[in-house]
């Protein structure tokens, strides 16, 4: 017997609507990170209890509108990565921490993903998860909290809670 059982394949259709819902939560993390040079960095930790990682660099600017992907295959990886854990079924937790370059030090927030959608992380748990070892050498973050990205109806996975934040409508902010 495996040490690691095999990961279980979700479906054509699963991973369709998730890949749709990638799209959607990326467009909404580029709208709510706004002009700059981001990072994002996904790490999930699988259902065989393998964690696995990708990050992307962006370049963006909202006026006029343009998104420079700085590495089309690191862009590519951590997509796939999102769609799975988007989907669920093969992915049992997942962050998304986005890092922005600025001035007098980068700034960060993050989202978990549940029920199918990016959620903002709570900025205490986000600020321990983000403090640079003693050993290496790193800048240390701002943390701010991290937007709630709206879904469109179609986009909601019916597991999440009516009262979900993720539910309300532009016009109810």
């Given at each position: ?41 996904l ?35 951590f ?44 900025t ?10 003693s050993?290496?050498m ?14 469109l ?18 016009s109810?902010?």
């Amino acid at each position: 017997m495996s040490a690691h059982p095999d990961l279980a394949y979700p479906g054509d259709g699963a991973i369709f609507a998730a890949l749709h819902r990638t799209l959607a939560a990326l467009s909404a993390v580029v709208q709510a990170l706004g002009d700059g040079q981001h990072t994002l960095t996904l790490v999930a930790q699988r259902t065989d209890d393998a964690v696995v990682a990708s990050r992307t660099d962006l370049s963006i600017r909202m006026e006029p509108l343009r998104l420079a992907v700085l590495d089309e295959d690191e862009f590519c990886a951590f997509r796939m990565l999102l769609v799975f854990a988007l989907e669920g079924s093969t992915v049992r937790s997942a962050i998304l921490v986005a890092t922005t370059a600025a001035e007098p030090s980068p700034r960060a927030c993050g989202w978990s993903v549940r029920h199918g959608w990016l959620h903002p992380v709570d900025t205490a748990q986000l600020q321990k998860a983000v403090i640079p070892c003693s050993d290496v050498m790193s800048v240390e973050r701002d943390v701010y909290p991290a937007p709630i990205l709206l879904q469109l109806a179609d986009e909601i996975d019916d597991s999440c809670d009516a009262g979900c934040p993720c539910r309300r409508k532009p016009s109810q902010e």
